[in-house]
């Protein structure tokens, strides 16, 4: 899409120019010169008098089936929209479903950083037109938190995290949609930058909930919270958890299976199951942070809250203290926990036991049969509900850069002290679950820096990094020499293969970085590299395993960053391979791979959010409101319950993240079962509840429906 012929000169010079005290048009599409110069792939487009919300006329767009369909607008000179709040646009769906789109805005490529884009997802509801907006300025970290309250009228789009282009150097937008089935028609109009962001003072009600809003379930008064208790002691009467499981939550209707006493993995007619400590087949349907403790900062925005208590009120213990972050403004300073408060308001004294007893009774009513990892650890050994246990390797020992390092570098488990520090993580975690058989197994660490998703330079990122370190420091990069030494003896064997002038092995100790584009024997080593530090990261945790928890399953890493080498080892050795999987549903030609891996999959992490109750953000996906939501849910878990090799998934998270941001990153996802109140999302429940009552019987009659 293009600038207005008639104006581009005029438009550019604003952009350029310092803030704009307005909305600058960008496009209006106006003119045949204007619609010439769009850049449509996979989709027709066509300028129209119908939903115009500026000017004479609009632009259809019909989005084809393919996986990337889009319309693009190249900038006849780059955009400076460094000054600009976002770029918004009026969309119109004039079809009978709601529609997610994507809007993604293009710096002037950078041969040194493939990443110079940013983008956001939002979705138009049957029949609606609205002004959405991608988000610039402010960046919502600057204030703690992911999302922030929009201005009357706007809808943000959802974005993960910080600009990282440079918003000066703007070469194009697009709107996108990603794999639609059939033909989709949105009409597009206004596009235009803006400022987008409320005020901030006074955002926060007492109860931790968006003041300036309404909207069903919302908490006015504490008196609410009793009457909701006993509402919800009905519910959980009406609804008591299926028929037809034995005291894990197994499949009575399947086969009866060896019954060793723990939990267990074993492949039935072509599918994998967790079975039983009774010996019945197990499909895990789990529910994480199953906890109280999250809290938001409130040093230095305290103008965001209406209330906060004073020294000698009682919901005071709830004040708490941070001195770091790993993301945001705030260094230091005070932090309060509103759900904990809110748990005190509603059960009173024994707030922490009437809540545990809770959870123990609302998750198999509402269709659960696990709690998740991050849970509390007062849930290990509750002997109602099987749980999984969390560890998490710490220490001193050394680390590797993958070039995707977003929680922090990578283990260096050529380090010796690796291995004690991953035993240190087993049993300190075994000692409070012993050999419970409610426990499923143990998660051990979470999203690890092991690299890109398939193209070269980021599955071969920790070999690259290992070369990036001087050998006198990084035991990596000793272990990445030998393995080469091993491999081609001389030096100038090394030198014909990868195409460098090494004069002697000892070119490579000093920090080392190849030139590109890199020889395939390079790439060819680097792959065999990343390949042995994950065997040799995930032995050392197997063997912890079975030393500390023999009779538990090691359910493996939790895939976010991963690269073949890391997953083919993960099924090597681990009972079961763990992905966090944040998508609509699991692509079957992206996800088809774990059919190969001979070993049983489960999902660490999903889950979908929505801005209709009070929140800035919704989370990694998008639903359109609560029933989507519902919706989403459903089908998701329809998918694995269908695909033989997942065991099971995990909903992330139990309840909202805090409106202003939890403390060391600032999230603040409407991606709970229960909200800031302690009130259960209606919607889901009954999702949750109807694919629960379906499990058994989908799992067990084994159609392919995929």
């Known amino acids: 899409m293009v600038l207005l012929t008639a104006c581009a000169a005029v438009v550019t010079a604003l952009l350029g120019a310092e803030a704009p005290r307005g909305p600058v048009v960008i496009n209006s599409f106006e003119s045949t010169a204007d619609l010439s110069m769009l850049v449509p792939a996979n989709a027709r487009l066509q300028g129209v008098t119908q939903h115009v919300t500026h000017g004479r006329q609009s632009l259809e767009v019909e989005f084809r089936p393919a996986e990337w369909p889009l319309v693009r607008m190249l900038a006849p000179s780059p955009w400076n929209w460094k000054s600009a709040g976002g770029l918004a646009l009026d969309i119109a769906n004039p079809g009978p479903g709601p529609v997610q789109f994507g809007v993604r805005i293009d710096e002037i490529p950078q041969p040194t950083d493939p990443r110079h884009w940013w983008q956001g997802l939002g979705w138009v509801a049957a029949g609606e037109r609205a002004t959405f907006v991608l988000p610039f300025n402010p960046d919502p970290m600057s204030r703690g938190m992911r999302g922030l309250p929009v201005t009357a009228g706007l809808k943000l789009l959802s974005v993960g995290g910080s600009p990282t282009v440079d ?87 399947g086969p009866a299976l060896r019954a060793t006493g723990f939990f267990r993995t074993e492949r039935v007619d072509g599918r994998w199951w967790l079975v039983t400590p009774e010996g019945h087949v197990f499909f895990s349907l789990g529910m994480d942070c199953v906890t109280f403790y999250e809290a938001t ?6 103008e965001m809250f209406t209330w906060l208590p004073g020294e000698d009120d009682p919901l005071a213990r709830h004040i708490g203290t941070v001195t770091s972050v790993i993301r945001g403004p705030v260094r230091e300073g005070r932090t309060f926990r509103f759900y904990a408060a809110n748990l005190e308001r509603k059960y009173g004294p024994d707030w922490q036991t009437a809540w545990v007893d809770m959870v123990l009774r609302r998750l198999p009513s509402w269709g659960f049969n696990t709690i998740g990892n991050w849970s509390d650890p007062r849930l290990y050994r509750n002997g109602r509900v099987p749980y999984v246990a969390t560890a ?34 087993v049993s300190a975690v075994a000692e409070k679950v012993g050999d419970d058989p409610w426990c499923v197994g143990f998660f051990v660490d979470n999203e690890l820096s092991w690299g890109g998703f398939g193209d070269q330079t980021g599955r071969t990122g920790l070999a690259l990094g290992a ?54 024997a390079m790439q060819a080593d680097l792959r065999e590299f990343v390949r042995l530090l994950a065997r040799k990261y995930f032995t050392a945790v197997r063997d912890a395993m079975r030393r500390f928890a023999p009779n538990h399953l090691y359910l493996g890493c939790r895939f976010a960053w991963r690269t073949e080498e890391a997953v083919e080892a993960a099924a090597e050795l681990c009972d079961v391979v763990s992905f966090n999987i944040y998508e609509a549903r699991p692509d079957p030609g992206r996800w088809g791979f774990v059919e190969t891996l001979d070993k049983p999959c489960i999902i660490g992490e999903f889950h979908f959010g929505a801005l209709d109750r009070g929140m800035f953000h919704a989370g990694l996906v998008a639903a359109a409101d609560q029933a989507g939501r519902a919706a989403m849910y459903a089908d ?39 909200d800031v109140t302690d009130t259960p999302y209606p919607d889901l429940v009954r999702a949750a509840r109807q694919v629960r009552g379906e499990a058994c019987a989908r799992r067990l009659a084994g159609a392919d429906r995929r």
């Open 167 to 253: 918003l000066s150097r703007i070469a194009a937008f697009q709107v996108f949609l990603h794999q639609p089935a059939r033909p989709i028609t949105l009409f597009i109009d206004h596009v235009r930058v803006m400022d987008w962001a409320g005020p901030l003072e006074g955002i926060v009600d007492a109860f931790g909930q968006y003041a300036r809003g309404t909207w069903p379930g919302k908490v006015l008064d504490v008196s609410e919270l009793a009457a909701r208790r006993q509402a919800e002691e009905a519910d959980l009467t009406a609804n008591p958890p299926p028929a037809g499981l034995d005291r894990f939550g197994g499949c009575l209707a």
């Open 297 to 302: 900062i409130t040093t230095g925005r305290e």
């Open 392 to 425: 998490q390797v710490g220490g001193d020992h050394a680390t590797v850069s993958s070039g995707v390092d977003f929680w922090g570098r990578m283990h260096d488990p050529f380090d010796p002290r690796f291995a004690g520090h991953a035993d240190a993580a």
């Open 467 to 520: 070369l990036a370190e001087a050998a006198d420091a990084s035991p990596a990069k000793r272990a990445l020499l030998e393995q080469l030494r091993a491999k081609y003896g001389r030096i100038e064997e090394l030198n014909a293969a990868w195409g460098t002038s090494l004069a002697g092995w000892e070119g490579l100790e000093p920090a080392w970085r190849p030139q590109a584009p890199q020889p395939e």
């Open 636 to 674: 998701y878990v329809r998918s694995l319950l269908d695909h033989p090799s997942f065991v099971g998934c995990h909903w992330f998270q139990y309840v909202d993240q805090p409106l202003t941001g939890r403390v060391y990153d600032g999230e603040n996802y409407n991606i709970g079962f229960v």
